[in-house]
């Protein structure tokens, strides 16, 4: 795929193509961090679309789990590292009375930024584990004495009922991150998240091009324990995106904005060098 890596390279942030060749063996850990730097305010947090569907220069939830998400890709939760201390400090400061954190942010609603992330208040702020299972995994690889908290969750995670196709990712990673530190995963939480993927991913291609959950959504990067099912449908959408894949080695979004044109044909494109890496990652499986 020859033409997927030369559009990366021409069309990707400085900080996605970092991580691009962070993971095929160079390391670029320094350098991730150094632009990461950028996106983090004096509060610690992280905005100014880090989030690519959010413009807010602003600290929201979900700017600071997305840089949560690029330290996972270099492997960083070393707290004496200036940028992780702060973003830890950043979400210990605003995590709700409840344990939990917010998706949406009310500083958004000034920026550009796509439909869902529109704070409408705060009986809408939560969004049941999204971001907060992610988080709370994050914070128990920084070394925080989470434990009892993510062991809160995902027992009612586990004895709760449907949870949406943005929540069972969280819910990944913090299943993710309590192997990686040889942490026995709580009584049924492997079995809830088998079928919570059973549930949730699309098994028709022709729905693919639909804001549906994928295989490449779920497992482009590992998660073999559970991807194993479902070997046939991978090697589908694999076939999938050998086919539909653009002239200029992209493929396309499957959402957009409803607002904000401009800004969004700069996300779009942001977006495209995102996908294009996850679909390298997933075609080599």
């Known amino acids: 795929m020859d033409e ?3 559009f990366i390279r021409r069309n990707a942030r400085p900080l996605e193509l970092l991580l691009f060749e962070h993971s095929r063996g160079q390391d670029r850990r320094v350098q991730v961090l150094t632009v990461l730097a950028a996106y ?9 679309a880090i989030e690519p569907d959010n413009f807010s220069p602003h600290s929201t939830p979900i700017g600071t789990w997305r840089a949560t998400t690029v330290l996972r890709e270099i492997d960083c939760y070393d707290r004496n590292v200036p940028l992780v201390g702060k973003a830890v400090d950043h979400l210990l400061a605003t995590r709700r009375p409840d344990g939990r954190w917010n998706a949406t942010d009310p500083s958004t609603n000034a920026y550009p930024h796509a439909p869902w992330w529109q704070d409408t208040g705060p009986e809408d702020r939560v969004w049941g584990i999204n971001p907060t299972a992610s988080l709370l995994g994050f914070l128990l690889r920084a070394g925080l004495p989470v434990a009892d908290d993510a062991t809160t969750l995902i027992e009612r995670y586990v004895a ?3 949870v949406t196709m943005t929540e069972l990712p969280c819910a990944l990673d913090l299943y993710d991150d309590l ?8 009584a049924g939480f492997a079995a809830r998240l088998a079928a919570d993927v059973a549930a949730l991913l699309e098994r028709d291609p022709a729905r693919w091009s639909e804001y549906v959950v994928r295989p490449s959504s779920l497992f482009a990067r590992g998660r073999d324990e559970f991807a194993a099912p479902y070997a046939e449908l991978i090697a589908a959408e694999q076939d999938q995106l ?3 894949v653009n002239p200029d080695g992209s493929w396309e979004p499957n959402w957009q904005w ?4 401009q800004e969004w044909a700069i996300a779009r494109n942001w977006w495209k060098a995102i996908l294009a890496r996850e679909y390298l990652d997933f075609l080599s499986r």
């Open 258 to 261: 409803d607002a904000h044109p």
């Open 40 to 48: 983090q305010n004096e509060d610690g947090g992280f905005g100014w």
């Open 242 to 244: 050998r086919r539909t």
């Open 160 to 162: 709760g009922g449907p």
């Open 4 to 6: 997927t890596v030369a």
């Open 179 to 186: 192997r990686a530190l040889g942490a026995e995963a709580p």
